[in-house]
């Protein structure tokens, strides 16, 4: 196992900079994340890793040694695709020990070393079945032992769930993600889906055009989102329109909604701000809530119930709307439409981003 350091890694196709000077760290047996939207640059970053691409500028480190030269069949990788890419025509085994083969590992060892990655995604009882007569999820974990079978150093795998039904693919990402941590391999996967993302991660990468948002935690990315791309990209986000006034040094004041109250920004600021908040981050206030801080007002204009939760959209006097999602609520509690409701949010749990969405201005340090 290793650990990978992409440095200051940029690739262009033409003009265009696929990948825009990334800069990361994986740890040994860290389960990495690639996430964002369709032609952010996921897949380009990871066949740099694999060597299917020789980056234009900046540096690859496996551990101590720099892999910029180093062919992709001299990498030890292990790499799971989409399409599972098996030999439909060869047996389960045959499949699992083609790469062994081709490393001309002895018959014995080959044996033993395919049996046993066959049992690790519970494939053993079906060895000399062929592909064609298995399913997609079996056909993955086929895909899956071929790439841990031989060992590698790392572990890539691109999308490897989008084919599988719904279901399917939540048994397989925690059997992934079982299997990793079991053989503590270095993983970096690459998804576009944002739950799978916070599901099966360490650490999430999340881009943008070829540039690299954020990088943390999955509660760090969904909690403290960086900028207004990563907040809108994970999860659902009220964007509210506010203004930053700075009273004194030091001391700034946020209004939003006609309320305002003390922030304390990392930077010097004023002007107009994005005012961020998640919908299950809003409280309904509720005659024995005895709460201060920041109080709104508005009225339901559309309530879904969902048994586990219930969404409302809140339209506020400035005409903009809001959602608000509670849990575990009892049936006295449940609004109708049309009803005056008033609503708190929590300072600490607001993000004000800058106008332009690029700055978090609330946020200190790393939290
Ligand atoms: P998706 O989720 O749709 O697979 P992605 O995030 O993996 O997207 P990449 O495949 O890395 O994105 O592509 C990044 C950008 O580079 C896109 O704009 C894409 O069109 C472009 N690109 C990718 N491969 C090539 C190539 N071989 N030649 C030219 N442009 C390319």
Do not use: W
């Not at 890694?9 to 740890?27: L, Q, R, S, W």
């Not at 990088?215 to 969904?222: H, N, R, S």
């Not at 003390?262 to 005659?287: A, D, H, L, T, W």
Request: proline residues 3%; negative net charge; charged residues 25%.
């Amino acid at each position: 196992m290793t650990d990978v350091r992409i440095d200051r890694v940029t690739k262009y196709f033409g003009e265009m900079k696929a990948i825009n000077n990334a800069d990361i760290h994986i740890e040994e047996g860290e389960f990495f994340t690639l996430l964002g939207p369709s032609g952010c640059g996921k897949t380009t970053l990871l066949r740099a890793l694999a060597g299917f691409y020789r980056q234009d500028e900046g540096d690859i480190y496996f551990g101590e040694k720099c892999i910029n030269d180093l062919p992709a069949h001299n990498r030890n990788i292990g790499m799971v695709f989409q399409s599972y890419a098996i030999f439909p025509h060869m047996s389960v085994f045959d499949n699992v020990a083609y790469g062994l083969k081709a490393r001309k590992v002895k018959k014995q060892e080959i044996q033993r070393r395919v049996m046993e990655a066959l049992e690790m995604v519970e494939l053993a009882h079906l060895k000399d079945r062929q592909p064609s007569q298995m399913s997609g999820g079996q056909q993955q974990r086929i895909a899956l032992a071929r790439a841990i079978v031989i060992h590698p150093g790392l572990l890539l795998m691109d999308e490897p769930l989008s084919n599988l039904d719904a279901k399917l693919r939540l048994k397989m990402r925690s059997d992934i993600r079982e299997l990793q941590k079991r053989l503590h391999i270095t993983t970096v996967y690459v998804t576009h889906d944002q739950e799978e993302a916070l599901a099966v991660s360490d650490r999430i990468a999340v881009l943008n055009n070829g540039e690299i948002q954020q990088i943390g935690k999955p509660y760090e990315i969904y909690l403290r989102p960086r900028n207004k791309f990563v907040a809108n990209f994970i999860g659902t986000t009220n964007f509210l329109d506010g203004e930053l006034v700075q009273r004194v040094a030091g001391e700034s004041v946020v209004k939003v909604e006609g309320v305002e109250y003390p922030v304390s920004i990392n930077q010097s600021y004023e002007g107009k701000v994005i005012y961020s908040v998640r919908p299950e981050q809003i409280k309904m206030k509720k005659p024995e809530t005895k709460l201060a801080g920041v109080f709104l007002q508005g009225m339901i204009k559309e309530t879904m119930f969902l048994g586990e939760k219930v969404e409302y959209t809140v339209e506020l006097a400035s005409g903009k709307s809001v959602s608000i999602h509670e849990h575990a609520i009892s049936y006295r509690d449940l609004m109708n439409e049309g009803e005056k409701i008033e609503f708190y949010i929590n300072p600490e749990e607001a993000i004000i981003y800058s106008e332009s969405g690029e700055e978090a201005l609330n946020l200190h340090g790393n939290a």
